[in-house]
């Protein structure tokens, strides 16, 4: 059975840093793309980063590009999201979600497109 479980969601003041984790059980993170998404009051759910399975290529939107990273440790499977310079636009539930790695990559643009989510964890910037 297919689980993920988020952590490390808070409170931090603009410019500060959060890293998320995004446990995985019942499949491999080989097999799996893994993608970070988040989801703001009254917006629409975005795709923020992504990594995939097959290599370990990332994805990241452009509105975090340089700020957020992502990874993954195999020996834990779990996937982290460093998220670095915050900003008052970066509040939202963050979700991971995973996804039957295909040839076209992580679906990072298309959240409807995955399978399995999280419960999400909540991230809040302001001083």
């Known amino acids: 059975q297919v689980q993920l479980v988020e952590s490390g969601g808070g409170l931090v003041q603009p410019g500060g840093s959060l890293r998320l984790s995004c446990a995985a059980s019942?499949?491999?993170?080989?097999?799996?793309?893994i993608g970070w998404f988040r989801q703001a009051p009254g917006k629409e759910r975005e795709g923020v980063s992504c990594?995939?399975?097959?290599?370990?290529?990332?994805y990241n939107a452009d509105s975090v590009k340089g700020r957020f990273t992502i990874s993954r440790d195999n020996a834990k499977n779990t996937v982290y999201l460093q998220m670095n310079s915050l900003t008052p636009e970066d509040p939202a539930v963050y979700y991971c979600?995973?996804?039957?790695?295909?040839?076209?990559?992580?679906?990072?643009?298309?959240?409807?497109?995955?399978?399995?989510w999280g419960q999400g964890t909540q991230v809040t910037v302001s001083s």
């Open positions: 979600a995973a996804d039957p790695t295909g040839l076209g990559g992580p679906k990072c643009s298309s959240w409807y497109l995955w399978n399995y």
């Open positions: 019942g499949f491999t993170l080989d097999y799996y793309d």
């Open positions: 990594i995939a399975g097959r290599d370990g290529s990332t």
